[in-house]
């Protein structure tokens, strides 16, 4: 039975810093995994993925150049450190693993999702 189990998330100030772990259990994944989230009363968006191989990164642009994905495959384990954090980054956070990319857009075909972590930014 595969398992992500997300930690880190909490209550930080505007300009601060988090760093959000995702370890995998149950399979070893060997494609891309990556991170999404979900404001309150917002559809659930792609925040960045990682190819788990060749370690190459996609953020979306709301994130680029302030989040930062990583992975350590010996541990099963993927991170998102999360900088210069802003208000409208709170949100919950999930981790997703066996993503695909297509139709413009990054998928979970087969669902495999973290129960969340919540992010809190305040100004």
């Known amino acids: 039975q595969v398992q992500l189990v997300e930690s880190g998330g909490g209550l930080v100030q505007a300009g601060g810093s988090l760093r959000l772990s995702c370890a995998a259990s149950g399979r070893t994944f060997s494609n891309y995994m990556g991170w999404f989230r979900q404001a309150p009363e917002k559809e659930r968006e792609f925040v960045a993925a990682i190819n788990l191989s060749s370690g190459i990164t996609y953020y979306a642009d709301s994130v680029k150049g302030r989040f930062t994905i990583s992975r350590v495959n010996a541990k099963n384990t993927v991170y998102l450190q999360m900088m210069s954090l802003k208000p409208e980054d709170t949100a919950v956070y999930y981790c997703?693993?066996?993503?695909?990319?297509?139709?413009?857009?990054?998928?979970?075909?087969?669902?495999?999702w973290g129960k969340g972590t919540l992010v809190s930014v305040s100004s």
């Open positions: 997703a693993a066996d993503l695909g990319y297509y139709g413009g857009s990054w998928h979970n075909p087969r669902d495999y």
